[in-house]
């Protein structure tokens, strides 16, 4: 098909909604990775310290390339061999990665941003495809390409054809456009995912949380607010579907300053968890903790914050070059991307001790130069046969109030 336009894809059809990628004066920097950062970055403060060739300040110092798109290397070390499986995305393609192998589950080089089911029998994940628009602009229509989404699901084996669940089509009159989907997160009953959508009128609405029934496909918009029409990102439900985390988008200047926000199923308020430079929070399996990405103005690091009450337990990282947290179901490592001369790899590091008390070991590298795409996050399943009992928090110890002394007059 001969298409009117080259441009991939064309401004909003008003002018509240933003682009994704919208920010370009936060992610002035030279020698980028892949365009994908760009989605895990948005307003998220700074991007990890990404050196080209020859590194930040010095021509000829080394260089990394990826792997082929079909190859990821898993390291020839038993401690790579950790319980479940673990999901990530390479040259549009998702991949598996159980014990100390990888195989490539889809092909076609549209997928992205997978989730596991809670039963782990199914991953969901968004695939794009190519198509042509006709919208009005300036009181003339006109023909766009467009990259319209859809929320895919698939047997966990990779068996059958996937199931369209959603896709981004708006069709008014004999116009055609498409909305965003971005980031499903399942809700632990399996009924539903929050998604990160303009959808299903991007006339009418910002990228922001909603809410997708599977029975019905039907979008509802919890409302969440936001700051300066700069949306959402990172919806992250609770283990025990009762809470909401999300990332509300903000900038100071050409700075993003994002926060993660909490939002109540019971009261349907939402509430600050963090103040700014925070990001991808993910709840560990007892939901007492969250593992977050971190910005500062030198890059991005992974730490731990208590659930409750956003306080920062532990930094996981300190390399300036990691993201993406993910937990083990088994409460005893997190994994995160680390990116490294324009090249994204997952790595573990094991939690020692006791929460919140542990201490962080030393990282451990899950690929060799694999090029993961930093915007769709890694994502962790272990069957529940497999899981050791949740611990029993510690009870705290309060002690009594003092009894009044007694006076003699």
Do not use: C
């Not at 030279?30 to 307003?43: D, E, N």
């Not at 495809?129 to 009181?139: E, Q, R, Y």
């Not at 669940?165 to 004999?174: A, E, F, M």
């Not at 700069?230 to 609770?238: C, E």
């Amino acid at each position: 098909m001969t298409r009117a336009n080259p441009r991939p894809r064309a401004p909003r059809p008003t002018g509240g909604s933003r682009l994704p990628f919208e920010v370009a004066p936060a992610l002035s920097v030279v020698g980028l990775v892949v365009v994908a950062i760009v989605s895990f970055s948005l307003l998220g403060g700074s991007l990890p310290s990404i050196s080209g060739p020859g590194g930040p300040n010095d021509p000829g110092g080394p260089i990394r390339t990826a792997t082929p798109s079909n190859v990821v290397v898993v390291p020839n070390d038993p401690r790579t061999k950790i319980p479940g499986s673990l999901l990530y995305v390479k040259d549009g393609n998702i991949w598996v990665q159980s014990g100390d192998k990888a195989r490539q589950l889809t092909t076609g080089g549209a997928d992205a941003m997978p989730a596991w089911s809670p039963d782990g029998a199914s991953i969901y994940f968004v695939r794009v495809s190519d198509a042509t628009g006709k919208w009005p602009s300036a009181g003339v229509i006109r023909t766009y390409n467009l990259s319209v989404p859809s929320l895919m699901r698939i047997k966990a084996d990779g068996s059958g054809q996937p199931e369209i669940l959603l896709t981004g089509n708006v069709k008014k009159g004999s116009n055609t456009w498409s909305y965003f989907i971005r980031e499903p997160s399942i809700a632990p009953d399996g009924l539903s995912a929050a998604i990160i959508t303009d959808g299903p009128d991007p006339t009418r609405s910002d990228i922001v949380v909603k809410f997708l029934d599977f029975a019905d496909g039907s979008i509802s918009d919890p409302n969440l607010g936001e700051i300066q029409s700069l949306g959402h990102q990172d919806p992250a439900w609770s283990p025990d579907g009762k809470t909401l985390l999300y990332v509300r988008n903000a900038r100071e200047g050409s700075r993003g300053t994002p926060a993660i926000y909490r939002y109540s199923v019971a009261t349907k308020k939402s509430t600050e968890l963090t103040g700014p430079g925070y990001t991808a929070p993910a709840w560990s399996r007892d939901g007492r903790f969250v593992a977050a990405t971190q910005t500062t103005s030198f890059g991005t690091d992974v730490v731990i914050l208590d659930a409750k009450t956003g306080a920062e337990l532990l930094r996981v990282t300190q390399d300036e070059s990691s993201f993406s947290p993910v937990w083990s179901p088994k409460g005893d490592a997190v994994a995160f991307y680390r990116v490294d001369y324009g090249v994204v790899d997952l790595y573990l590091v094991p939690l020692q001790g006791t929460a919140p008390t542990w201490t962080a070991g030393d990282p451990l590298a899950l690929t060799i130069s694999a090029g993961l795409e930093a915007d769709s996050r890694p994502t962790w399943f272990i069957p529940a046969d497999q899981l050791p009992p949740l611990p029993t928090p510690t009870p705290v110890t309060t002690a009594a109030p003092a009894l009044p002394t007694s006076t003699t007059r």
